[in-house]
């Protein structure tokens, strides 16, 4: 793709979605952090469910150690590896009180060091919470940059050091959302929705004008 068409890739996609966001549902950057971390291998929508009733008990990193793996299993059952979970927002809410003072650190080599949080999620903290323009590259967004030909790669981290280099910057803020977004309503895996993508001219996807025709109801 070339960067004329990159930019107006862009371009589109924010017309599109001018005021995009997480649909994660938190309140401080240590709520953001647990949901990101929750929402592995899960739906946001299910981990809103379940920290809609989690939070308003225990959104600390205190309260949660005083809560314990146990009864926080409790709350988060309905998602899936739930007891990984527990432990891993149990153990990083420790750290969290010992090194940080209970705050959520502001540097990826930081946040990286607690448990459960790699570097997805400390690139999706750093760009909800914090506004860096990271680029957090989930299984929407690594199908989107290598499907369109906007930012291909082997791997996640090739595609994020990819989108580094290629994203123009008054894009570079929102570009993680756009690409979420637009991969989990318009760009789907098995059936993307061609007919009403923004961005369809600026995409490479071979197999476009397959998906071009709307399906009838």
């Given at each position: ?9 862009f ?10 966001k ?9 709520e ?24 308003p ?6 309260q ?7 009864k ?5 059952k ?10 891993n ?62 930012a ?44 009403k ?21």
């Amino acid at each position: 793709m070339t960067p004329a068409k990159r930019h107006a890739f862009f371009a589109k996609l924010a017309k599109a979605m001018p005021d995009p966001k997480s649909e994660l549902e938190y309140s401080t950057p240590f709520e953001l952090l647990v949901a990101v971390i929750l929402s592995a291998q899960a739906t946001d929508k299910g981990v809103n469910l379940a920290t809609r009733k989690l939070f308003p008990i225990a959104n600390t990193p205190k309260q949660l150690v005083d809560m314990g793996e146990e009864k926080l299993m409790e709350h988060i059952k309905t998602i899936g590896l739930f007891r990984m979970k527990a432990k891993n927002v149990v153990a990083m809410s420790k750290l969290l009180l010992e090194k940080h003072g209970g705050k959520v650190p502001k540097t990826r080599d930081e946040l990286t060091e607690l448990p459960g949080v790699g570097r997805k999620t400390a690139n999706v903290v750093l760009n909800v919470a914090f506004g860096e323009p990271t680029m957090a590259v989930d299984t929407h967004i690594f199908r989107v940059c290598n499907r369109t030909g906007l930012a291909p790669g082997k791997d996640p981290l090739a595609v994020e050091l990819q989108l580094e280099k290629v994203v123009p910057d008054e894009f570079r803020l929102n570009a993680h959302h756009y690409l979420i977004l637009h991969g989990r309503y318009t760009c789907l895996a098995r059936k993307p929705l061609c007919y009403k993508c923004p961005v369809y001219d600026e995409c490479g996807f071979p197999d476009k004008k397959k998906y071009r025709v709307q399906p009838e109801s």
